[in-house]
């Protein structure tokens, strides 16, 4: 009989709730640019091992093929195929041999040289199209490398039953093709609360911990593994009594949140009949389905890139068409408001090969990088108007930081309706447009902004990181990322006082908004529309509805005095002890 494994506990952040036991998925992705360039004397071996590697990656693509037929469309399958025969290719093939006839490399070496060269190749194409096949080839060289060199790693595609995946990081395109029936939850070593994989993970209702730090080391494939998405805590081998205790824990927050769901429908109002509009965030089409019956009254961010990223090149105009037309169908005439393409930071297109930055959140990102290739934008903006004749659809511009950025990105959507008027395409006669308060440049000049555009949606997760220079990724800076910091509620209220002046109305969709701990402040502060994580709405909305809004106006003016976060939050905890008692 072998001894059972001593218990191990240890935390992160807990960024998607969730209580989760399963067996542990150690993720380590393989990753070709670390392979050193190598000669070898055994021109016969290495030809060989580079055979049998391009057969093995065959028969793999091969089966991988008749799974995406059957689970993924013809789309992602016809990808695959193309992938097949890059591998018999005379551009692609015969020069990985000759490398190592000629030169004596390794297979390894000769394939990743040849890969990076035709790569390259395509990188350098005048059309769209071609650029795009570069990342294919990166794609099945990788895949073809991994065989040479008998890399052993689980990949995320390989996952067939329930598990807890254990990884070093999952990129936010790593997570929008997690199926969500194989995966109970995830832990990494890096991460920050506002990372745009833990957005992900709590949109798509993945339990999730990040920033766990060395302690995913000791995991190993198949451990068992404990782990609660809303305190961040994990447990490596748990013994029976921690397994019973947690039982209870996870019968306890699904009665929480059978009590949470009879708010849904009652409306979100304050004691003193104050109303406010809460709205939900989303991803993708499907989180739309099924948002009323929730008590969403709207959709106030749909985080178009997500669509994007989950494609394997730049999605037509049609196909975006589709999938707006879809949520504002879904919405039943609700508004939505969605968000132009938000590329960059942490979120990466493969298909686009941008170069790696220093800098990558101050850097060529959202409405920066969209304003640079207008027909990017142009083609989005298209398919969003053609979307609008199907409900209330409104625009929102992501990261603008001043009135040119503004104005560039609004001449670019009157461009789009004038080219579809022209075509005689069914357009929506009037649509809001309206930019995202995530940097303080744009917060100061909120006044003049106001006079132009028609609403605000305030980016606390971007605001945070840029008032306070503190990376949202980092969290080793984590203490220092916070809404309550006294700078940047000085920032809410100058955005809500500016857009009340000109009568434009102020939304919130960073997480701030689903924090019912910043509830009053918020009321108090005069928001109009609230938007969150779906599962964040029944906690807030049950929160406004034990609230006095005149109370809150007053707490707000005194938050509005306070030198420091901690001062911010005790302050609310206290007003929130004292209002839940009353
Ligand atoms: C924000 O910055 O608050 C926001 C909602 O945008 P994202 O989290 O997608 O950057
Ligand atoms: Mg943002």
């Given at each position: 009989?072998?001894?059972?494994?001593?218990?191990?506990?240890?935390?992160?952040?807990?960024?998607?709730?969730?209580?989760?036991?399963?067996?542990?998925?150690?993720?380590?992705?393989?990753?070709?640019?670390?392979?050193?360039?190598?000669?070898?004397?055994?021109?016969?071996?290495?030809?060989?091992?580079?055979?049998?590697?391009?057969?093995?990656?065959?028969?793999?693509?091969?089966?991988?093929?008749?799974?995406?037929?059957?689970?993924?469309?013809?789309?992602?399958?016809?990808?695959?195929?193309?992938?097949?025969?890059?591998?018999?290719?005379?551009?692609?093939?015969?020069?990985?041999?000759?490398?190592?006839?000629?030169?004596?490399?390794?297979?390894?070496?000769?394939?990743?040289?040849?890969?990076?060269?035709?790569?390259?190749?395509?990188?350098?194409?005048?059309?769209?199209?071609?650029?795009?096949?570069?990342?294919?080839?990166?794609?099945?060289?990788?895949?073809?490398?991994?065989?040479?060199?008998?890399?052993?790693?689980?990949?995320?595609?390989?996952?067939?039953?329930?598990?807890?995946?254990?990884?070093?990081?999952?990129?936010?395109?790593?997570?929008?093709?997690?199926?969500?029936?194989?995966?109970?939850?995830?832990?990494?070593?890096?991460?920050?609360?506002?990372?745009?994989?833990?957005?992900?993970?709590?949109?798509?209702?993945?339990?999730?911990?990040?920033?766990?730090?060395?302690?995913?080391?000791?995991?190993?494939?198949?451990?068992?593994?404990?782990?609660?998405?809303?305190?961040?805590?994990?447990?490596?081998?748990?013994?029976?009594?921690?397994?019973?205790?947690?039982?209870?824990?996870?019968?306890?927050?699904?009665?929480?949140?059978?009590?949470?769901?009879?708010?849904?429908?009652?409306?979100?109002?304050?004691?003193?009949?104050?109303?406010v509009e809460l709205a939900a965030n989303i991803g993708t089409p499907q989180e739309a389905i099924g948002l009323l019956d929730k008590g969403a009254e709207a959709v106030g961010l749909y985080r178009t890139e997500f669509?994007?990223?989950?494609?394997?090149?730049?999605?037509?105009?049609?196909?975006?068409?589709?999938?707006?037309?879809?949520?504002?169908?879904?919405?039943?005439?609700?508004?939505?408001?969605?968000?132009?393409?938000?590329?960059?930071?942490?979120?990466?297109?493969?298909?686009?090969d941008l170069p790696a930055e220093m800098n990558p959140f101050l850097g060529y990102r959202a409405i920066r990088l969209c304003l640079d290739r207008r027909e990017l934008l142009l083609t989005q903006l298209r398919a969003?108007?053609?979307?609008?004749?199907?409900?209330?659809?409104?625009?929102?511009?992501?990261?603008?930081?001043?009135?040119?950025?503004?104005?560039?990105?609004?001449?670019?959507?009157?461009?789009?309706?004038?080219?579809?008027?022209?075509?005689?395409?069914?357009?929506?006669?009037a649509m809001e447009v309206g930019v995202m308060i995530e940097v303080p440049s744009a917060a100061l000049i909120a006044d003049r902004l106001a006079r132009e555009v028609d609403f605000f949606s305030i980016g606390t997760?971007?605001?945070?990181?840029?008032?306070?220079?503190?990376?949202?990724?980092?969290?080793?800076?984590?203490?220092?990322?916070?809404?309550?910091?006294?700078?940047?509620?000085?920032?809410?209220?100058?955005?809500?006082?500016?857009?009340?002046?000109?009568?434009?109305?102020?939304?919130?969709?960073?997480?701030?908004?689903?924090?019912?701990?910043?509830?009053?402040?918020?009321?108090?502060?005069?928001?109009?529309?609230?938007?969150?994580?779906?599962?964040?709405?029944?906690?807030?909305?049950?929160?406004?509805?034990?609230?006095?809004?005149?109370?809150?106006?007053?707490?707000?003016?005194?938050?509005?005095?306070?030198?420091?976060?901690?001062?911010?939050?005790?302050?609310?905890?206290?007003?929130?002890?004292?209002?839940?008692?009353?």
């Amino acid at each position: 009989m072998t001894a059972a494994k001593a218990e191990e506990r240890f935390s992160g952040l807990g960024v998607s709730e969730g209580i989760r036991v399963g067996n542990a998925f150690v993720y380590k992705p393989f990753k070709p640019e670390a392979i050193q360039d190598n000669k070898s004397e055994d021109t016969q071996r290495e030809l060989e091992r580079l055979e049998q590697a391009k057969e093995h990656c065959q028969t793999e693509l091969g089966l991988l093929v008749e799974r995406a037929s059957a689970t993924l469309g013809e789309e992602k399958a016809t990808i695959l195929k193309g992938q097949i025969s890059f591998l018999s290719d005379p551009a692609f093939y015969p020069p990985m041999q000759k490398l190592i006839q000629n030169e004596h490399w390794t297979a390894e070496t000769a394939a990743k040289r040849t890969i990076e060269q035709v790569a390259g190749l395509f990188d350098a194409m005048a059309s769209e199209y071609m650029r795009e096949r570069a990342a294919d080839i990166r794609d099945v060289g990788a895949r073809l490398i991994s065989h040479i060199v008998g890399y052993q790693g689980a990949q995320l595609a390989d996952i067939r039953e329930q598990v807890i995946i254990v990884a070093d990081d999952l990129t936010p395109s790593d997570t929008v093709q997690l199926d969500k029936q194989f995966v109970l939850g995830f832990v990494t070593r890096i991460g920050g609360k506002t990372s745009h994989t833990a957005i992900l993970a709590s949109s798509l209702g993945i339990a999730a911990v990040v920033g766990a730090g060395s302690a995913i080391e000791g995991i190993s494939h198949g451990d068992e593994l404990v782990i609660d998405g809303s305190t961040g805590q994990c447990v490596q081998h748990p013994q029976a009594d921690t397994k019973a205790h947690y039982a209870v824990c996870q019968a306890e927050e699904a009665a929480e949140r059978e009590r949470l769901l009879t708010v849904a429908e009652l409306p979100a109002v304050t004691k003193d009949g104050f109303s406010v509009e809460l709205a939900a965030n989303i991803g993708t089409p499907q989180e739309a389905i099924g948002l009323l019956d929730k008590g969403a009254e709207a959709v106030g961010l749909y985080r178009t890139e997500f669509l994007f990223m989950g494609a394997q090149q730049m999605p037509s105009e049609d196909e975006q068409y589709a999938a707006y037309r879809e949520v504002a169908e879904t919405m039943q005439g609700h508004a939505v408001v969605i968000r132009t393409l938000d590329i960059g930071g942490d979120k990466e297109l493969p298909y686009l090969d941008l170069p790696a930055e220093m800098n990558p959140f101050l850097g060529y990102r959202a409405i920066r990088l969209c304003l640079d290739r207008r027909e990017l934008l142009l083609t989005q903006l298209r398919a969003i108007i053609r979307a609008g004749a199907y409900g209330t659809v409104k625009i929102m511009f992501p990261m603008i930081s001043g009135m040119e950025e503004w104005r560039a990105a609004k001449a670019l959507y009157e461009e789009a309706r004038s080219q579809l008027v022209a075509e005689g395409a069914s357009v929506p006669p009037a649509m809001e447009v309206g930019v995202m308060i995530e940097v303080p440049s744009a917060a100061l000049i909120a006044d003049r902004l106001a006079r132009e555009v028609d609403f605000f949606s305030i980016g606390t997760n971007d605001l945070v990181q840029y008032t306070v220079a503190v990376d949202r990724m980092n969290e080793k800076v984590a203490y220092l990322y916070d809404y309550f910091h006294p700078a940047v509620i000085e920032l809410i209220r100058t955005v809500i006082d500016a857009a009340a002046r000109h009568g434009k109305w102020t939304g919130m969709c960073g997480s701030m908004a689903g924090d019912p701990l910043a509830s009053p402040l918020l009321l108090g502060l005069g928001l109009g529309e609230w938007s969150m994580s779906a599962a964040s709405l029944p906690r807030v909305k049950q929160t406004i509805r034990q609230l006095d809004r005149s109370a809150c106006v007053e707490l707000a003016q005194r938050l509005l005095e306070l030198d420091t976060a901690a001062e911010v939050r005790a302050a609310l905890e206290h007003f929130q002890n004292g209002s839940t008692n009353r």
